[in-house]
Every structure is written in structure tokens, then in C-alpha cells.
């Protein structure tokens, strides 16, 4: 068969813009006719910049258009609904409206051969999920759930804890050995981009929150929370942004080579613009 000689599949995408560019590239080398202009005219566009301001994330597919393209592109009902709400997941503004479409995405591709780890997002669905993966290696970690929802306020209960050790053994993250004590499949995970945004994003959600908690209920000896406002360029803000990524990547080593912890921490290190950006001149 020749090389490339079936349409993309689009259940193997995460960005409808991906899928979109791909197809084109595939329709002109296998469809006769395929052109821009025989897709806008199908698509009732008249603008001859509207697919690549589209590809480009200027321009927005509506409704219509992108009804039109599952029936240009030949889709099948499961795969026109897979794009669909892959173009909202894509095209979504919000965290909720990104969420609410990715939690529609998993349940369409289960138990297809869709390349989905779940290990890119699962794992930063719940806040305790990832600091129950690493008490695994501070205690003792089995049956003994109250014990460990113990550690924890209030908030969490015992059956929390059973829940997050189900997730994590599902995820090939964590495996009970034959004394009955969970332990690490895997030290360290690989976080995807596109799927693992919107769970990482509400997890960070999350621990912001718990750092705000902080502040009132852990001793200061026992934590660091600090503010630093200063004025940056984009160039400086570049350099901050890499020596972050420097600590925390120190950070890791640290605690790598700490054999001695009785203690799950989180770190947040948090650069944001307090202003709009100010003219040059301008004071």
C-alpha cells in the first residue's frame, strides 16, 4: 500500500488545528480536487485567508463550518463527533469549558486504540493523587488508609485515600507487592502538553489554594512563602523563567539524594504581570 495512502485518524489528535493542517496536506496529495478553494466554497467562506488564520489560531471554526468539514473530510458519525468536540476542547477559553470538552474527548476514545496515556493526566486530576504517590516512599503505605488520611485535615477521608491508591495502581504508577505495601512503578512521570493542560492547570488550582491555607495554619519555621515584585522586559522575563526552571530542576535533586525525608511538601513558585504592559517613554 502506499506510504501515507489513508486519511489522518482523528481520534490520534489532541488540536483540531493539527488534525485540520494534516488532513489538507493528505487531501491534496490523495483527493483529486482537494484545493482551499473547493473547501471554502463548501464551507460558504469567502475570505481565501480564513483556513490559514484558522490553522494559525486567528480565526475560530463556528457550528456550520465545522459541521461542514465532517462532511467534507468524509467522517463517519463517531468520528464527527470526536471532532467536533475536538474543536471546542481547542478552541475553549476557559478551564471549565476545556475541561468539560477533554472529559467528553476520554469518553469517546475509551477503549479505543486511541494513544492516550492516561498516565500524561490522571495523575493531576486530584491534588492528593501525586503526594500519595510519593508517601509510597516516606511510610509504610497499604491497607492502612485511616492512617494515612490522618496526615491530612479533615477533608480527607479514609476512603480518599483508598481511592487515590486505586487511580495510581490503574495508572501503572503504583503496584502492591506481596507483603501488601505499595511501592513506585515509575520515580518520576512525563506530563504531556495539550491533554495534560487543563488537569494540570486545576491541580495547580488546587495547591494554590492549599498555599493560601497555609499561611494560616502551618508554623512559619515550617514553611517558605515569599513575594517578590519586580519589573522585567520580555527578555528578562525569559531568564527568570529559565532560573525557575533551574531551582526546581535543583530542587528534584535534592530530593533525590535525600534519603532521610519524613515529609511530603509542595513548592510553588508563581511569576505573573501585576500590570498591563507600559509604554516605552511612558512614566
Known sequence: MEPNSNPPIVFDYLN???????FLHWGKEHRQGFTHRTLLEKMEVSSTGFIAN????????????????TEIFRLNPSEARFFQTLVA??????????????DSLRTQVRGRYKKLDPRQ?????KWLYPIVFDLVTVMRVGD????IADLFDAAVKPDDVRKALEVLESLLLLRKTAKGVYEQVHASMKTGDEITSTDVVKFQQATLKKAMEALDHIPAMERSI?????????????????EA??????????????????????????????TKSIRKGVK
Open 16 to 22: 483540531s488545528r493539527d488534525y485540520l493542517r494534516d
Open 54 to 69: 484558522v490553522l494559525s489560531g486567528k480565526s475560530n471554526l463556528n457550528a456550520r463550518q465545522t459541521t461542514a468539514l
Open 89 to 102: 476542547y481547542t478552541q475553549a477559553r476557559s478551564i471549565e469549558e476545556k475541561g468539560d470538552a477533554l
Open 121 to 125: 493526566y490522571s495523575l493531576f486530576s
Open 144 to 147: 492502612n488508609h485511616k492512617e
Open 226 to 242: 515569599s513575594v517578590t515584585t519586580i519589573p522585567l522586559s520580555a527578555e528578562g522575563l525569559e531568564r527568570v523563567k529559565q
Open 245 to 274: 526552571r533551574n531551582f526546581r530542576d535543583r530542587v528534584l535533586k535534592i530530593s533525590e539524594e535525600d534519603r532521610a525525608y519524613d515529609r511530603v511538601y509542595q513548592l510553588n513558585l508563581n511569576l505573573f504581570p501585576a
